[in-house]
C-alpha cells in the first residue's frame, strides 16, 4: 500500500548532447518531463511542426503499406493472439533501420505504387464491366450504335419504357407517320424478320419489362418529324454510342477485361512478394513513432543557442541511478530536490503482485490526491471477498482460475494492463471456489442432477457452512454483516488517514463518534423483535450490553450533533450543521442495504444454474440423454458463467467506488506519464 515518493531533477546540458540524452531518457522511461516552463529572453523554445509532420507521414507511409500487405496477404493470428504481447527486439535493430530507413520507406512507397495502379485496374474494369452489361440489350442490333442511316434514310436506334413487341413498335411508327402526313395508315407486306411499310422499317433488338431497345429506318424527309413524335411516347436515344457492333464491341471488352485482370493479378503478386518485408515495416513504423515523440518533446523544451533545460519528476528509487548515469556519460549540470510544499507530483502506485493486480481498479477511480494513501492493498482484499461471494460456484471458480493460469503462463510478454486483469480475476476465481465449496454448489446442482438421472441414486456434496437456496435469509443477514465490516473498514481508513495527519480532534468527531453511534445502534436492533423476525435468528445480550449500546448510540449522536460543525462560531448554525450530518445516518442505512447485492446475485448463479441442469436432464438417462444434457450443460453454463461474471465484477467495482470509497477516498491524483518508448508493433530489450 504505497505510493511511490517523486523526486523534482533538474538538468542543464549542452546542445551538442541532446540527442543522446533524450534517448537515453526515452528508453530509460523513468522521468515525467514538465512542458509547461515559461520562456524569457535567454530559453525558447524550438518549433519542430515541420520535423513532426515528417515523420507523421513516415509513419502513415509504413502502416499504410501494412493495410495493403494485410489486405493481400493476411497474417494468420490465432484468437489468442492478442494476448502474445509485442515482438521482443534489441536496440541495434533499431540502428540499423535507422541506417536503411530510406530503403524500407522506399518499399513502402512501392507497395502503394502497386496497390494504387491495382486499384486503377479494378476501376477500369468495372468500367468496362458496366459498358458491356449496358451493350447486353443491343447485341443483336446488326450495325453500330452511332449508324445515322444511308444516303436516302435515317436510322433511329433509341428506348421505349415497358415491353414492347414488333408489331406494336410498328403501330406506333405508322401513327406518327400517319399523323404528321395526314393520311391514313399504310400497309404493305412484311420483310422477314421485322414488319415494314412504305416509308419505314422497324424491329425490337429486345425487350424486358423495364424496357425496350429499337431500331427503326425512315426516310431522311421524315426522320425528324417521326423522332419528335415518337419522343411523346417515351422514345429516348442512348446516351453511349460506338463505332463498332454491339456484339464486336462486347468480344474487344472481354479481351480488354482478360487483359486487365491479368496485370492486376501481376500487380497483386508483386505485392504479395513484399510480405517478408512486414517485419521491417513495422519497426519503420515504431522507430519514426519514437522519433516523432522525441520531437514533440523537443519542441517543448526550454533551448538557448549552446544549452537545453529538462526539469520533472522522478520515483526517488530511481533517481540517484538516472543522476550517476547522465553524469558520468554527459557534461551537465543537475540537481535532485524533494518537491516542494506546493507542487502536486505525479502518482505511481508500488503494489505486491497481488494487491497490483487491482492497480487498474483504482486507477479508474481515480489516482490518490494530494495527501491521501494508496488503497490498493486494503481494497484487493475486499474485492476478492466480495467477488467470490457474489460468484460463489465451486466449479465456475475453477474454470476462471484455470483459463487466467494457462493464459498467464502460456503468454509471459502479454501487456501488463492483460496480465495485471488477468491475474485479478485468477485470484477472483480462487475466492469463488472457496465460497462455492462453502455454499456446495458446483455447476449449481449438477453432482445431485447427474447422479440422480444417469445413475439411479442421488449423491449430494454436502455444503461446508450451508446453502444460500435453503436459507436465503441467512444469507442476507450475512451479507448485511459483511457489508457493515466493509464500510466500517472504510471509516477506519479515513481515521488512519487522519491520526497520520496529527488531526486528533478531526479523528474523534468525524471518526470514533460515527463508530460509537453506529455500533450502538446495531447492538440496539439485533435483540429487538423485527430483527428476529426478519433473520429467524435470536440475540439475547445482558441488561448491561443493552445499557451500553444506548449510551454509546446517545454520547455519538450528540457529538454528531454538537462537533460536526465546530469550525462555526454560530451555535445555531453549528447545531443545523450537525443535526444535517447526523441525518447523514439513513445514508449508511442505504449503503448497507446494499450489500444484498452479495444475496441477490449467488442465488442468481446458482438458480439459473439449477435451471439449466434441469433442462439438461429432462430427456431422461440413456444415450439421447447423455448427448442432449451435455449439450445443454455445456451451452447453458457457458452463457451463465458469462453474465454471471459480468455482474459480480460490475457489482464488486460499485461497492469499492460508491460505499467503501465515499467514505474516505476522492482520487484526483495525476498519473505518473513518464517519457519513454511507445510503440505499436515491437518492443524494445534494454541493453544492460
Not at 519542441?299 to 533517481?319: C, D, H, I, W
Amino acid at each position: 500500500m504505497a505510493v511511490l515518493k517523486m523526486q523534482r531533477l533538474g538538468l542543464c546540458a549542452l546542445k551538442k548532447n541532446r540527442k543522446e540524452i533524450l534517448e537515453l531518457l526515452q528508453r530509460r522511461g523513468v522521468l515525467d518531463i514538465d512542458t509547461d516552463a515559461a520562456e524569457d529572453e535567454v530559453f525558447q523554445r524550438t518549433d519542430t511542426s515541420k520535423e513532426r509532420a515528417d515523420f507523421e507521414k513516415e509513419i502513415q507511409l509504413a502502416e499504410h503499406a501494412l493495410e495493403i500487405l494485410q489486405r493481400y496477404v493476411p497474417e494468420h493470428k490465432g484468437m489468442l493472439s492478442s494476448l502474445e504481447g509485442k515482438k521482443l527486439v534489441d536496440l541495434e535493430s533499431c540502428r540499423r533501420m535507422e541506417a536503411a530507413r530510406e530503403t524500407v520507406l522506399h518499399k513502402a512507397r512501392k507497395i502503394e505504387e502497386l496497390s494504387r495502379k491495382a486499384a486503377e485496374c479494378e476501376s477500369e474494369s468495372r468500367k468496362l464491366e458496366n459498358e458491356r452489361e449496358a451493350l447486353e440489350p443491343w447485341k443483336a442490333l446488326a450495325v453500330p450504335m452511332d449508324f445515322a442511316g444511308t444516303k436516302r434514310t435515317a436510322a433511329l436506334i433509341g428506348t421505349f419504357p415497358g415491353a414492347l413487341s414488333t408489331e406494336q413498335l410498328c403501330g406506333l411508327v405508322e401513327a406518327a407517320l400517319a399523323r404528321d402526313s395526314g393520311e391514313g395508315t399504310a400497309d404493305g407486306p412484311a420483310a422477314s424478320g421485322a414488319p415494314e411499310a412504305p416509308g419505314y422499317y422497324a424491329e425490337v433488338v429486345s425487350a424486358d419489362a423495364d424496357q425496350s431497345c429499337v431500331f427503326i429506318l425512315v426516310k431522311k424527309e421524315d426522320a425528324g418529324r417521326l423522332e419528335e413524335a415518337l419522343r411523346t411516347e417515351g422514345f429516348a436515344r442512348p446516351s453511349r454510342t460506338e463505332g463498332t457492333r454491339p456484339a464486336a464491341r462486347q468480344e474487344e471488352l472481354a479481351k480488354e477485361l482478360e487483359s486487365l485482370k491479368e496485370k492486376k493479378e501481376a500487380l497483386e503478386e508483386q505485392i504479395r512478394a513484399f510480405a517478408e518485408s512486414r517485419e521491417e515495416l513495422k519497426l519503420a513504423a515504431d522507430y519514426y513513432r519514437m522519433r516523432l515523440e522525441k520531437y514533440e518533446l523537443l519542441g517543448s523544451l526550454l533551448q538557448s543557442k549552446k544549452t537545453f533545460l529538462v526539469t520533472g519528476y522522478v520515483p526517488e528509487r530511481a533517481a540517484q541511478d538516472l543522476a550517476r548515469e547522465l553524469s558520468e556519460e554527459f557534461t551537465l549540470a543537475l540537481e535532485l530536490a524533494d518537491p516542494a510544499e506546493e507542487d502536486e507530483p505525479p502518482v505511481l502506485l508500488a503494489n505486491k503482485t497481488v494487491p497490483a493486480s487491482f492497480e487498474g481498479v483504482v486507477a479508474a477511480f481515480g489516482l490518490p490526491g494530494k495527501g491521501e494513501i494508496d488503497p490498493t492493498a486494503i481494497m484487493s482484499a475486499c474485492y476478492i471477498f466480495l467477488f467470490g461471494l457474489m460468484l460463489s460456484d465451486a466449479a465456475y471458480g475453477f474454470v476462471v482460475f484455470a483459463a487466467c493460469l494457462a493464459a498467464l503462463l502460456k503468454f509471459p510478454r502479454m501487456q501488463e494492463g492483460m496480465c495485471k486483469s488477468l491475474r485479478m480475476f485468477m485470484y477472483c476465481g480462487i475466492s469463488t471456489m472457496f465460497w462455492g465449496v462453502m455454499f456446495g454448489s458446483y455447476f449449481g446442482d449438477v453432482v445431485d442432477v447427474v447422479s440422480r438421472t444417469f445413475f439411479g441414486h442421488q449423491v449430494t456434496i454436502p455444503a461446508l457452512w450451508f446453502v444460500p437456496l435453503n436459507d436465503p435469509m441467512k444469507m442476507l443477514v450475512f451479507s448485511m454483516l459483511f457489508g457493515v465490516i466493509h464500510l466500517f473498514l472504510g471509516l477506519g481508513m479515513k481515521g488512519y488517514m487522519l491520526l497520520r495527519d496529527k488531526k486528533y480532534l478531526d479523528f474523534v468527531c468525524d471518526v470514533v463518534f460515527w463508530y460509537l453511534l453506529l455500533i450502538g445502534l446495531i447492538l440496539i436492533l439485533l435483540p429487538s423483535g423485527m430483527f428476529e423476525s426478519i433473520s429467524q435468528m435470536q440475540f439475547n445480550f445482558p441488561p448491561i450490553l443493552n445499557q451500553a449500546a444506548k449510551l454509546m448510540a446517545v454520547v455519538g449522536a450528540a457529538g454528531i450533533l454538537l462537533m460536526s460543525g465546530r469550525g462555526r462560531k454560530n451555535w445555531f448554525l453549528r447545531v443545523a450543521l450537525g443535526a444535517y450530518d447526523l441525518y447523514g445516518v439513513t445514508s449508511w442505512l442505504s449503503d448497507v442495504l446494499s450489500y444484498s447485492r452479495l444475496l441477490a446475485l449467488g442465488l442468481a448463479t446458482g438458480v439459473i444454474g439449477s435451471v439449466i441442469n434441469s433442462m439438461g436432464a429432462m430427456l431422461g438417462g440413456g444415450i439421447v440423454g447423455a448427448i442432449g444434457f451435455t449439450l445443454v450443460f455445456l451451452i447453458g453454463h457457458s452463457v451463465n458463467i458469462g453474465i454471471n461474471l459480468l455482474g459480480a465484477y460490475v457489482h464488486t467495482n460499485r461497492l469499492q467506488y460508491v460505499e467503501f470509497f465515499g467514505k474516505f477516498y476522492e482520487g484526483g491524483g495525476r498519473p505518473f506519464n513518464p517519457f519513454s518508448i511507445h510503440t505499436n508493433y515491437v518492443e524494445f530489450k534494454e541493453e544492460n
